[in-house]
């Protein structure tokens, strides 16, 4: 089981992950 602490952080790092590869998109799209 994964405790709501460990649940929030992993929740931190997949948003962190997610703008990221949203930025590059932004970042591919706006170049082409």
């Known amino acids: ?3 709501e602490r460990e ?3 992993i929740e931190k ?3 962190k ?3 990221m ?3 590059k998109e ?3 799209f ?3």
């Open 21 to 23: 590869v949203t930025a």
């Open 13 to 15: 790092q997949l948003g």
């Open 17 to 19: 992950t997610i703008s």
């Open 7 to 9: 649940g929030e952080e």
């Open 26 to 28: 932004i970042i591919l």
């Open 1 to 3: 089981m994964i405790s």
């Open 30 to 32: 706006l170049k082409h």
